[in-house]
């Protein structure tokens, strides 16, 4: 797009406006936030602007009229992040150095809740043609927002895990989200998160994506800076060992997160109270390096590919029972077909808040039994 004048962007999304975000002042003496919503007062058509100072919120009742000339007096220009959700599509602005606006991300508009649920369109979230700059620079997309072929099931997989994500928050009205991804490495699904919480839902959205790779964590920083993807971060870091981020976490995703990388991720989960959590694990190595016979599953032991499967079942059904122990609602769904991913198991829970100990006692039984550890399990004593 074109760089263009936010007004006049607001005013021609005006007639459909569902919403509009303005946030990231550039100067102090401007409001912290203001979002706008349609309202129908005394059967007339109004827009509510809701102005956050400090720790308050103030409320203005507009006409449309009035809406684009305090647009264009006060906010145009003065905030570096825009959104405009109308009822076709939702579109991102960023502020630019010349004082006009571009389009950094749009989007067709999610349903409305009651046309939403779990039988929606396959690919619908993310589809290709979606203005989604970040994955041209990613590579899953070409400049045109075709998919790249050799990143087919890349775009599938994380299409895949967003709609998973949506399902969850059909009907959610949260306005603010903070996710981490543990080891997010080429990020695209961070990307497409905060495409979809930031974009999709108009949500205010803080995303971490950690990874060893210093370089990877770099460039995903460079393309999130590219966009003015303010809320989107990426740090260079040891899961298993660093110190994270401290502040209150709502969801923790991993997708192929290395072996024992998933279990800090969903370790820092239960000690954060993390109310989401979607892992898609991988390399479960762990048990599989110790695993030796020690009772009735024996048979299962005599070959090393069998050994090696009911090595990786054995690390998610004792995450899915150490995380039930620690208040968890725990899913394991199939994440994607086998023809996308051989790596295609999902822990999806969810935070419940009743606890027990009878998932662990199990696990550690048969961990004394069959002579191998687990790290999930040894984090949750
Ligand atoms: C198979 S890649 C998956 C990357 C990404 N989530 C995706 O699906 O495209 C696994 C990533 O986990 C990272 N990783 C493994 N162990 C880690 C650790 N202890 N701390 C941080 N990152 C780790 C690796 O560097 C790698 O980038």
Same mark, same amino acid.
């Given at each position: ?34 979002? %706008? ?48 959700? &109308? ?9 630019? &150095?010349?004082?006009? /606006? ?21 690919? /619908? ?52 989200? &903070? ?15 905060? /495409? ?17 790779? =210093?370089? %990877? ?131 999806? =829970? ?32």
């Amino acid at each position: 797009m074109t760089e263009r004048s936010l007004t006049l962007e607001l005013e021609s999304a005006l007639e459909s406006l569902s919403k509009a975000v303005f946030s990231q002042p550039i100067d102090r003496t401007a409001d912290a936030k203001i979002s %706008v919503r349609p309202l129908l007062l005394r059967g007339e058509r109004m827009y509510q602007a809701e102005m956050c100072r400090g720790a308050q919120a103030f409320h203005e009742n507009l006409s449309g009229e009035a809406l684009v000339r305090r647009c264009r007096e006060d906010w145009d220009g003065r905030y570096r992040q825009a959104l405009l959700v &109308t009822e076709e599509q939702s579109a991102q602005y960023s502020l630019k &150095t010349n004082g006009r /606006y571009k389009k950094t991300a749009s989007a067709a508009a999610l349903p409305r809740p009651a046309a939403a649920g779990h039988n929606r369109e396959k690919g /619908y979230i993310l589809r290709e043609g979606e203005n989604i700059p970040a994955l041209v620079d990613l590579g899953v997309f070409t400049p045109e927002f075709k998919v790249v072929k050799a990143r087919y099931d890349k775009y599938k997989q994380i299409n895949r895990f967003v709609e998973l994500i949506d399902q969850a928050f059909a009907d959610s009205e949260k306005k603010a989200i &903070t996710i981490l991804d543990f080891g997010c490495g080429k990020s695209y699904l961070t990307f497409i998160l905060y /495409y979809y919480f930031a974009v999709k839902r108009g949500m205010d959205v803080t995303i971490i994506g950690y990874d060893l790779k =210093a370089d %990877v964590v770099e460039r995903c920083g460079q393309i999130a800076e590219k966009y003015g993807y303010t809320g989107l971060r990426f740090v260079h870091a040891d899961v298993s060992r660093d110190v994270l981020y401290q502040e209150k976490v709502d969801m923790i995703v991993t997708l192929h997160a290395c072996d024992t990388a998933t279990d800090y991720a969903l370790h820092y989960a239960i000690e954060k109270g993390a109310d989401y959590i979607f892992s898609v694990p991988c390399c479960q190595h762990e048990i599989n390096r110790d695993i030796r016979k020690g009772g009735d599953l024996d048979i299962l032991l005599e070959h090393g590919l069998l050994k090696e499967r009911l090595s990786a079942l054995l690390t998610d059904a004792i995450r899915g029972k150490v995380l039930e122990d620690m208040g968890y609602k725990v899913d394991m769904i199939e994440f994607t077909d086998f023809d996308h991913s051989p790596k295609n198991l999902m822990i999806r =829970a969810r935070r419940r808040g009743r606890k027990g100990t009878k998932g662990r006692e199990e696990a550690r039984r048969l961990a004394e039994a069959y002579g191998f550890r687990q790290t999930l399990l040894e984090l949750c004593p």
